[in-house]
């Protein structure tokens, strides 16, 4: 079945580096694909989202590319703040949103 | 406008107890998911009603657990009795559009169940 892979945290970066979080997911049809956040006492909230094979998602200075020759939809941003502590969930919807385990990070001062 | 919201945030219950979680979705939305995480594991699919109706209800993991919505409003899980692998966190989300899934899903903070 449709699955998604993302890597395992903690990740642990300083204010103002680059982030990058792997996802990689595997479908028999063509899902569109999601960041979802969680951020420390609140519920999920899509953070971005692409449609389509090189669709680009960006919000908040975070990007993912929908890659479909190699099944990746990594998230980047090129200098974290803070505020971006938070869980980071990759998720697909096929028939259903399937979602990988989380990437926890952890930005320090 | 209020978004969705869940009772109680956190549950503690020994196994073999019953603990009923609710969920109140944002105002006007049709459609209503359950899903759940696991400590370390994805969050699965339990779940997805539209209005009163069970429209697919695949994730559920056992007849241990009954999700109801009577007049299409608000929600609720129950689970009975509790068994130690129930713990987690459950989140619930809504979404306006009728029939099909949608991916603009709002969730709410998620309810965690500790069964001890």
């Known amino acids: 079945g449709d699955s998604v892979t993302q890597m395992e945290g903690p990740v642990t970066l300083s204010e103002e580096a680059f982030l990058t979080i792997n996802c990689t997911y595997t479908?028999?049809?063509?899902?569109?694909l999601f960041w979802y956040v969680q951020y420390p006492g609140e519920g999920l909230q899509l953070l971005l989202k692409?449609?389509?094979?090189?669709d680009k998602g960006s919000n908040k200075g975070f990007e993912a590319t929908y890659r479909k020759e190699t099944t990746s939809f990594h998230l980047e941003k090129g200098s974290v703040q803070v505020s971006d502590s938070a869980v980071y969930f990759c998720?697909?919807?096929?028939?259903?949103?399937?979602f990988g385990k989380g990437t926890r990070l952890h930005i320090l001062p | 406008e209020a978004g969705v919201t869940q009772f109680p945030s956190h549950s503690v219950i020994e196994k073999g107890q019953t603990v009923t979680l609710r969920c109140d979705p944002i105002?006007?939305?049709?459609?209503l998911y359950w899903y759940r995480r696991v400590m370390g594991k994805e969050i699965k699919f339990l779940l997805h009603?539209?209005?009163?109706?069970?429209?697919?209800e695949s994730g559920m993991p056992n007849n241990r657990f009954l999700a109801e919505r009577t007049g299409g409003t608000y929600s609720t899980l129950k689970v009975q009795p509790a068994e130690l692998e129930d713990s987690g966190v459950y989140f619930c989300?809504?979404?306006?559009?009728?029939?099909?899934?949608?991916?603009?899903?709002?969730f709410g903070p998620g309810t965690r169940l500790t069964v001890t």
């Open positions: 479908a028999t049809g063509y899902p569109s």
């Open positions: 105002s006007g939305h049709d459609n």
């Open positions: 989300a809504s979404s306006p559009n009728q029939g099909s899934l949608s991916y603009e899903q709002y």
């Open positions: 998720a697909l919807l096929d028939d259903k949103i399937i």
């Open positions: 009603f539209v209005k009163e109706s069970k429209q697919d």
């Open positions: 692409a449609t389509k094979a090189d």
